[in-house]
């Protein structure tokens, strides 16, 4: 079946610093990805879509200087989180879907700002 | 606005015993209906979900679900429990589209006992 590969599966920075983490799609073409956040022991938080080839569309609030997302191909996403500071820490999960088809998730990046 | 609503933050039942997480949704359009797992420190497996048709859905590991539009709910059941199903339960709902934009109901934390 579909597969949607996240890297890494846990990462830890200092503050200031930028991380990014990437979003595969391993055996189908992602027209679209979706970028959630969660926090401990709450729901996902949809932070953004994001079409191949085109600009991501972010949720209200979201800062979009900060959280960098690109979808340069079919395959990959990426979401980079800039300047990162403790209150970023969270867990990050990236969803992918091709036409017509329903959502897969990646196995989620769990981010800790020290 | 669509929105999601799971009454239960967390439900504890003993092995082998039936179980109900209930969801509750609002939307002024026709909607698709998800239920995903979590387990923990991973992104989120589809258990089952409505498009269309019959309103009983059934999905995996023995669990289903029933679409009432009535009472705009989407409650997911399970006749008999096993302590593997100790998880996160999340209902989500999107208005369908080109984008599949999921909304996330908060979750039941589904504690199954010995």
């Known amino acids: 079946g579909a597969v949607v590969s996240q890297h890494p599966s846990r990462v830890i920075c200092k503050s200031g610093t930028s991380v990014k983490i990437e979003c595969r799609s391993l055996d189908f073409q992602a027209t679209t990805m979706f970028w959630y956040r969660q926090f401990p022991k709450q729901s996902l938080m949809l932070m953004a879509t994001?079409?191949?080839?085109?600009?991501?569309?972010?949720e209200q609030g979201v800062e979009k200087d900060k959280f960098l997302i690109n979808h340069a191909s079919l395959t990959l996403s990426t979401l980079t989180v800039t300047s990162a500071h403790p209150e970023d820490s969270s867990f990050y999960i990236c969803s992918a879907r091709d036409a017509g088809s329903p959502l897969h998730f990646g196995n989620g990046t769990r981010l800790t700002v020290t | 606005a669509q929105s999601v609503t799971q009454l239960d933050s967390q439900v504890p039942v003993f092995e082998e015993a039936p179980v109900e997480l209930r969801c509750n949704y609002s939307?002024?359009?026709?909607?698709?209906l998800f239920w995903y797992v979590q387990y923990p420190n991973q992104g989120l497996q589809l258990l089952l979900k409505?498009?269309?048709?019959?309103?009983l859905v059934k999905g995996i590991n023995g669990f289903e679900a029933e679409f009432n539009k009535s009472q705009t709910s989407f409650h997911l059941r399970k006749p008999s429990v096993h302590i593997s199903d100790t998880a996160e339960y999340f209902c989500a709902v999107s208005e369908g589209g080109a984008t599949n934009k999921l909304i996330f109901g908060t979750g039941t934390l589904l504690a199954v006992q010995p």
């Open positions: 939307s002024s359009v026709s909607v698709y």
């Open positions: 409505y498009l269309s048709g019959s309103t």
């Open positions: 994001s079409n191949e080839g085109s600009k991501a569309t972010y």
